[in-house]
């Protein structure tokens, strides 16, 4: 199991898997190293599309984010593949998300509630949007890795540990 292990490495090849992987990792508590390597971000695709993609909490929404690790990993997912397969705008709520500092019973500490995670995902759209037509350069994916960590350690308990291998 996943949550047995303490490191992982991932190569930055693919405009999705790499990236839900890091987040995923992080929040289970381990680092994660990632090959940003010219030669291995070759390999991604360009940003095919410039979409829209908008928090409004609603309940009419394209998505509305659990409040769990799988929830806020599928909203990373969702937005990755909306620039680079689907096209399709999308819109969120973070509704069913805890509020700031409220209990959490099950890993302990406090939530830090959606600001953090709304904030990280607006910073990663801003970097997709401006690659728009053209592929991700390392510096992005290191970015995106970068803000990544930057959510998982918002809340009070959680910890990041990432190790970038590029140029």
Request: net charge neutral; with cysteine.
């Amino acid at each position: 199991a996943d949550s047995l292990q303490n490191c992982w490495h991932v190569n930055v090849n693919s405009p999705i898997d790499p990236f839900c992987f890091t987040f995923n990792q992080l929040m289970l508590g381990g680092g994660v190293g990632f090959n940003i390597t010219p030669e291995s971000v070759f390999e991604l695709p360009i940003v095919k599309y410039n979409v829209k993609i908008n928090r409004t909490d609603q309940n009419d929404v394209n998505y509305i984010v659990p409040d769990n690790r799988e929830g806020w990993v599928e909203l990373l997912r969702k937005i990755l593949d909306c620039f680079f397969f689907s096209g399709k705008d999308l819109t969120y709520s973070t509704l069913c998300i805890r509020a700031r500092d409220k209990l959490i019973k099950t890993f302990g500490g406090v939530a830090s509630g959606s600001e953090n995670l709304v904030n990280g995902i607006n910073k990663i759209v801003l970097i997709l949007q401006s690659r728009y037509g053209h592929k991700l350069r390392p510096i992005d994916c290191l970015d995106i890795m970068n803000i990544i960590g930057s959510i998982v350690v918002s809340g009070n308990v959680r910890r990041s540990a990432e190790i970038a291998i590029g140029h």
